[in-house]
């Protein structure tokens, strides 16, 4: 642990410094006091001919931030008054208090139809308005996500993926937070979600990519509140409703959300696989025609201000789902005893329940010296009941298995962050974190026919202490550097009760350096290159004894020994206005993925997470929006080269594949948007593993009426295509099949927005790092 603190307290950087970049933000109000609602905020050169920066007025603010200094002319459009207008020298940072005078000129009735792209572009990160009518009128945050350009919902909709990144931390109020509570959010509580390519080291080492989630914005005082419902039509009926809404007294803020879900699930699967060794076959198809899924998510903050940097501050999250969920399996079996016909029925009864709350402090303990710190507890419990029955060669059903399975973790984390403002152009940020995880699952398997019994009673401890400094400023001008170090600290212990030594017993200490440089060549262009070293540690669930039944000769079982991912990666990226190129080349070791393998000891198959060797590749992207007059879009290509291996494995060819993103938004009227597009993967050869093509369409229409009141149609997957389809053969085990996603949809959605609330007073931070492994 020593060397733990040495190197985070004594890391230390050089550089030299050039020119010094300002900040510029106002306060723009009419002439009777009142903040002007909305306007364009233009920063142009001394001689008024090149347009450096452009910002919206929003709420009678406005800020430029990384400015170099020199001096700027300002221009300030708004609707109903005189243009303002100043020239200024920008020689440190400034604050302006402006006054509008209002137009003499007497308009008449004007209605201005333009549109604004939804989805941004800078230096390769992506960021989506989730408040632009087409993405807030969906309830679901994980559809939410789909829209973004590279972000892929896996198909049992329990994890994240981004191309050529892999899973990516969830942040929200500039703390991560966990998979569980992105979904319990209402959708109209984001403002925004944008896709970090190259976070910082003060993100977690897990950080290949960071999806950083922003709340909407509500005024110092008054009251705003949210009402919603949507009717989805899938293969079942899908109901969401959802509210969300805040108070201020101008000082204090409280705000809170609720959903109710009531949700028709489908879901299957099909997998045919060879043991050419032990002379065994095997195809299967898994069936849930209604999983019968309620969910009641929610939270609730409060926000109080001690000073005007000061602050602290609580915010609870909890969900509760149930399922109801029978599922259906036919498998076929061939071995040398002979040909099996099996029909399986198992009723599931499934309950999840999650809860984490936090609480914040933050103080500015200097002038350029800022500390937070936070405390937060998280918990999380999974109960199964399955019975089992099934139907041998048309024999009649039989009662084989009753199962009894319990999971839960509970996990308390404590944060620090300093943040020194040494100069202008030098900021140093240095922060450890402390997190103690303790997860239990007891498993009772009952054999009916026998009437014998299995239990598993398991135990899992971790500590994870970690710390991070980074240095970050400019050279000179165009130049800007950030230079970061984490340190992590890992325990791992996990046993079974009946046994005197641990499962596992692991202790070690990595160190994960990051790099990036950041070259702007005119006011249009930008060259970065950044160096990263990070971690991908599976779920706490995935490495307890939790298992579950697919047919009598298939069992899905977690891996308690499964190691996490380790990746090295370089990056480039060159931007032009809101276009950029980017180039990505990694390497991993012990990722990861599903695979079926044969076990001796029990002669059955095995669907299990294991890690492989290595996992190598590159990738190139272009990303090109395009915005005129009423048409917005964005578009997206990337070619990839993506290779898997390993020492057990059958190494097929490996070839690129494209993949493609396009989304076409049309404002016909100031109320009226309509919206197309979708994505394109083609085949994919990844050595070890063979997975099809995909194209999936969808198209949106919304109206609002009123101002208040909001409705959209939607169709998506319109082609019914989301079905994933997977070659491989592992260890001797060679098999194919398909995953069928339940995409395709006709959703009726309605929102009613009332109150007057817009700017917001609430700030917290989730402080646990091992949120997102809590499922």
């Known amino acids: 642990m020593r060397h733990l603190y040495f190197l985070i307290f004594c890391f230390s950087i050089s550089a030299v410094f050039g020119q010094d970049q300002f900040s510029l933000w106002g306060n723009v109000v009419d002439e009777h006091g009142n903040n002007v609602a909305v306007g364009d905020v233009l920063l142009y050169d001394e001689s008024q001919e090149n347009l450096i920066k452009y910002t919206q007025l929003y709420d009678g603010g406005f800020t430029f931030n990384a400015v170099v200094g020199n001096s700027y002319y300002l221009r300030i459009s708004v609707l109903g008054f005189e243009d303002y207008e100043t020239p200024f020298l920008l020689d440190k940072n400034i604050e302006l208090e402006i006054t509008l005078t209002e137009s003499a000129e007497q308009l008449g009735e004007v209605e201005v139809v333009a549109a604004k792209n939804p989805i941004t572009n800078k230096n390769g990160n992506l960021k989506i308005d989730v408040q632009n009518p087409v993405f807030s009128s969906i309830p679901d945050p994980l559809d939410v996500l789909a829209k973004l350009p590279n972000v892929q919902i896996a198909a049992d909709r329990e994890s994240i993926s981004i191309i050529g990144k892999g899973n990516p931390l969830i942040y929200m109020g500039g703390q991560r937070i966990t998979f569980e509570e992105l979904t319990a959010l209402s959708v109209d509580a984001i403002e925004s979600i944008e896709l970090i390519a190259n976070p910082s080291a003060k993100y977690e080492a897990e950080g290949r990519a960071v999806l950083m989630v922003t709340r909407k914005r509500n005024s110092s005082k008054g009251v705003r509140m949210n009402v919603s419902e949507t009717a989805s039509f899938r293969r079942n009926f ?50 849930i025609d209604l999983n019968k899924r309620k969910e009641i998510n929610g939270g609730l903050g409060f926000f109080y201000p001690l000073k005007k940097d000061d602050y602290f501050s609580f915010n609870t999250t909890f969900r509760r789902q149930t399922n109801d969920a029978p599922i259906e399996t036919e498998t076929f079996v061939r071995s040398e005893a002979g040909e099996d016909n099996i029909v399986s029925d ?63 973790i509970n996990s308390l984390a404590f944060r620090v962050d300093l943040e020194h403002i040494i100069s202008d152009n030098l900021n140093w940020e240095l922060g450890a974190n402390f997190n103690e995880a303790r997860a239990g699952a007891f498993t009772e398997i009952q054999e009916i026919s026998n009437n014998s019994a299995t239990i598993f009673d398991f135990d899992y401890e971790e500590r994870l ?32 009760k009946d046994q005197a030594l641990p499962l596992v017993d692991r202790e070690n200490t990595n160190l994960f350096p990051k790099a990036s440089l950041n070259l702007q060549l005119d006011s249009t262009k930008t060259v970065s290159v950044n160096f990263a070293r990070s971690i991908s540690r599976p779920s ?58 044969y076990d001796d000891t029990l002669e059955r198959a095995i669907l299990s997470t294991i890690n492989f060797e290595r996992e190598s590749g ?95 149609i939607r169709l998506n997957d319109i082609t019914q295509a989301m079905n994933f389809e997977e070659r491989y053969s592992v260890n001797g085990v060679e098999a194919a099949g398909v995953y069928f996603v339940d995409a395709q949809e006709v959703a009726f959605s309605v929102k009613y927005d009332f109150g007057n609330t817009k700017k917001t007073k609430f700030k917290n931070k989730d402080v646990d790092e091992n949120l997102g492994r809590i499922k």
């Open 238 to 287: 899908n109901n969401y409703i959802n509210s969300n809404g805040s108070y201020s007294n101008g000082n204090w803020t409280i705000q809170g959300n609720f959903a109710y879900n009531d949700l028709g699930q489908w879901e299957s699967h099909t997998f045919a696989f060879d043991i050419p060794e032990e002379n065994i076959f095997s195809d299967y198809l898994v069936l």
């Open 465 to 496: 202490h970690s710390g991070y400094t980074t240095l970050s400023g400019n050279i000179k001008k165009g130049i800007d550097y950030e230079l970061g170090l984490r340190v992590e600290y890992n325990k791992v212990r996990s046993e079974l």
């Open 618 to 712: 590159f990738l190139v992207q272009l990303t090109l929006p395009y915005s005129h007059k009423k048409w917005t879009s964005t578009n997206t290509i990337s070619l990839t080269y993506n290779k898997i291996e390993d020492s057990i494995a059958t190494i097929g060819s490996t070839s690129p594949y494209l993949y493609a993103y396009s989304n076409q938004q049309f404002k016909i009227k100031k109320d009226i948007s309509i919206a197309f597009g979708g994505w394109l993967l083609t085949k994919r050869q990844e050595g070890i593993f063979q997975r099809n093509g995909l194209l999936v369409l969808d198209a949106t229409i919304t109206k609002t009426f009123f101002e208040k009141l909001q409705c959209a």
């Open 346 to 408: 198992s009723e599931n009864d499934n309950i999840k329940d999650y809860f984490s709350s936090n609480f914040n402090y933050n103080k500015k303990v200097a002038k350029n010296l800022n500390l937070f710190t936070g405390l937060q507890y998280s918990f999380y419990k999974q109960t199964l009941d399955t019975e089992i029955s099934n139907n041998f060669n048309g024999d009649g059903f039989s009662l084989d298995e009753d199962r009894g399975q319990e999971y839960k």
């Open 540 to 597: 706490f669930r995935g490495i307890s004894t939790i298992r579950t039944f697919i047919n009598p000769f298939l069992e899905a079982v977690n891996d308690v020994n499964l190691l996490p991912t380790l990746t090295n990666e370089v990056s480039a990226n060159f931007q032009w206005k809101n276009k950029s190129i980017n180039a990505l080349y990694y390497r991993n070791t012990n990722t990861t993925n599903f695979t079926i393998q």
